[in-house]
C-alpha cells in the first residue's frame, strides 16, 4: 500500500534550513552545491570556533555565517584564512574579491566573522591546540598541499573536532584530494558528497557531535545514495539560481558592449557629414 505524503510537512519548523536563502551567492564558485549541508552542519555540530582555509569570494564561508547567525549562536566565532591571490588551480584574482567579500561579512555578520589574509601555516598560531570545532579545507588541491594542511591544522582540533573536504570527486590535471581523502577514511568515519566536485565530512574528534558519528559510521549504501541525492537536489536549486543570475549578467554585458559598437559606428558615419558642412 501506498504511503500518502503529508505536504504540510515542508511547514515544519525543523526544516526551515533547507529553504534559507543564502546571503552571498557568488557568480563563480564550485561551492555553491554544498550550501544546504554547510546549514546542517553548522546545526548539529554547534560549533564554538569554525576554521575554513580557502575562501576566495566566500560562498562557503558566507553560507557558514549564515547558519550560525539564523540559528542564534551568539558565542560561535568563524574565521575565513586566504592570501585572496588566487592560485594555478583556482586561477589568479585581484584584491577587489577580498575587498567585496570583506565589505559582505562586515555588514552581514559583524565581529562573530573574522577575515584572515594570510598563508595556512602563518594563521596556524592564531590559534590554540584543540580548540577549532570545525575546520573546513579549500586550499590548493594537490594530495601534497592537502594533507599538508590538514597534518598541520590537526592538533588544532578539539575532541568534536569535524573536517571538511571540499573536491574530493574532482580528479583532474593535479587535484589529489580524493587519494588523501581515501587514505583518511581507513581511520576515520566519513561522509561523501559527490556533486559540485565532491564534499568529504571527516569525523576526527573522540567526541565527535552524535549526529555528524552517525552519517559518518553510516553502511546502508542506499541510505547514503537517498542522502546524496538529495543534499544534490537542494543544491541544484541554488546553483540553477546562480547560472540565471550569471546568465542576466552575461547578457546585460553583451548588450553594453553591442551598445557601444552601435555609437561607436554611428559617430564614424556622422563625422564625414559634419566635415562636409563645415
Known amino acids: 500500500m501506498t504511503t500518502i505524503f503529508n505536504p ?10 533547507m529553504f534559507f536563502e543564502p ?3 557568488p557568480l563563480e564558485s564550485a561551492w555553491i552545491g554544498h550550501i544546504p549541508f554547510a546549514a546542517w552542519v553548522i546545526a548539529a555540530a554547534q560549533p564554538r570556533v569554525v576554521v575554513e582555509l580557502g575562501t576566495h569570494s566566500g560562498a562557503s564561508f558566507a553560507a557558514f555565517c549564515d547558519a550560525v547567525k539564523r540559528f542564534k549562536m551568539s558565542e560561535t566565532r568563524c574565521f575565513a584564512v586566504d592570501t585572496w591571490t588566487g ?13 567585496a567579500l570583506s565589505r559582505h561579512v562586515v555588514a552581514q555578520f559583524g565581529d562573530m566573522a573574522v577575515l584572515k589574509r594570510m598563508s595556512f601555516d602563518a594563521a596556524r598560531d592564531d590559534f590554540a591546540d584543540g580548540s577549532v570545532d570545525l575546520l573546513h579545507i579549500d586550499g590548493y588541491h594537490t594530495y601534497e598541499a592537502v594533507r599538508h594542511d590538514f597534518e598541520t591544522w590537526r592538533s588544532k582540533l578539539s575532541p568534536r573536532g569535524v573536517v571538511l573536504f571540499h573536491d574530493t570527486n574532482e580528479r583532474v590535471a593535479d587535484f589529489g584530494v580524493w587519494r588523501y581523502w581515501a587514505e583518511l577514511r581507513a581511520e576515520f568515519p ?14 576526527v574528534g573522540k567526541a565527535a557531535p552524535v549526529a555528524l558519528q552517525q552519517l559518518c559510521k553510516l553502511a546502508d549504501p542506499r541510505a547514503i545514495r537517498r542522502i546524496q541525492v538529495r543534499y544534490e537536489a537542494l543544491g541544484r536549486h541554488l546553483e540553477t539560481q546562480r547560472d540565471l543570475r550569471l546568465l542576466q549578467h552575461v547578457t546585460e554585458q553583451r548588450m553594453r558592449e553591442a551598445q557601444a559598437r552601435l555609437e561607436a559606428r554611428r559617430a564614424a558615419e556622422d563625422a564625414p557629414a559634419q566635415g562636409d558642412t563645415a
Open 23 to 25: 546571503s552571498l551567492l
Open 190 to 203: 566519513g561522509f561523501e558528497f559527490l556533486h559540485s566536485h565532491g564534499l568529504g565530512v571527516l569525523a
Open 87 to 99: 592560485d594555478a588551480q583556482a586561477g589568479f584574482y585581484s584584491d577587489e574579491v577580498y575587498h
Open 8 to 17: 504540510f510537512a515542508f511547514a515544519a519548523d525543523d526544516l526551515n534550513w
